[in-house]
């Protein structure tokens, strides 16, 4: 009985050591992790966002070099480069017009409150962004559409593509500048809701659709798809 009992409690010490152990390399890991995660993290892929409600960019860095920036519905499209000591170069523009360009310090920081990016430019102005989260709904139209309207339609000449699409959201995009609108349609004249600043804009264009082509506001528009 003392043998067994012996055995016994030379198996529970040793379960308590080996759980010791896992437990330690375990809070280990999880340490190690959270403090790369906190001050060492430099992965600036995805959307961040700055200002409020009534002024907010929404700055966007994707894998294949593009980067984006968007402000009151309109998007405009570059590219960026990642460089050595954190510093990123950044390039974007519309029509020739800067809208952010040049190198910048880049510093990504994750919390228990999320990611924050912060971006320092030759003059050490610093701006500071939190994670981008989507928002939903913020324009609303009657959802009146006509389906012979749905899908691309696009204008050589002028570089001009409209892309209507059945949750009343149109896209208009020329060249590296994008808008992203609501829309709805009525009696040949489709209504735009853009988002500008704190309140909705709203335009109205004339249209007519001949087969493959339409003509909005007496531009032709051949259909892409």
Do not use: P
Not at 15 to 38: M, P, Q, R
Not at 122 to 140: A, F, I, P, R
Not at 178 to 198: C, H, M, P, R
């Amino acid at each position: 009985m003392n043998e067994k009992f012996g055995n016994s409690m030379k198996k529970r010490k040793w379960l308590k050591v080996l759980i010791k152990t896992v437990s330690v390399l375990v809070l280990s890991v999880f340490a190690v992790w959270l403090i790369y995660s906190i001050y060492f993290d430099s992965n600036i892929i995805g959307s961040w966002e700055t200002g409020d409600e009534n002024s907010k960019v929404v700055l966007t860095f994707t894998k294949d070099g593009t980067a984006s920036y968007e402000s009151d519905s309109v998007k405009v499209t570059g590219n960026y480069e990642r460089k050595e000591n954190n510093k990123i170069n950044i390039d974007i523009k519309a029509n020739s017009r800067d809208i952010l360009t040049g190198e910048y310090d880049s510093v990504v920081v994750s919390s228990a409150n999320g990611r924050k990016l912060e971006l320092k430019d030759s003059d050490n102005n610093v701006v500071k962004y939190s994670q981008h989260k989507e928002e939903q709904g913020k324009l609303t139209v009657n959802k009146t559409l006509d389906t012979n309207l749905l899908g691309k339609w696009k204008n050589d000449e002028r570089d001009l593509e409209y892309e209507f699409k059945d949750n009343s959201v149109a896209i208009l995009k020329n060249k590296n500048i994008t808008f992203k609108l609501k829309y709805s349609t009525q009696d040949g004249e489709i209504t735009l809701l853009q988002n500008a600043v704190s309140r909705a804009r709203e335009s109205k264009m004339s249209y007519s659709i001949d087969g493959d082509a339409v003509i909005i506001d007496d531009v032709k528009f051949i259909k892409l798809c």
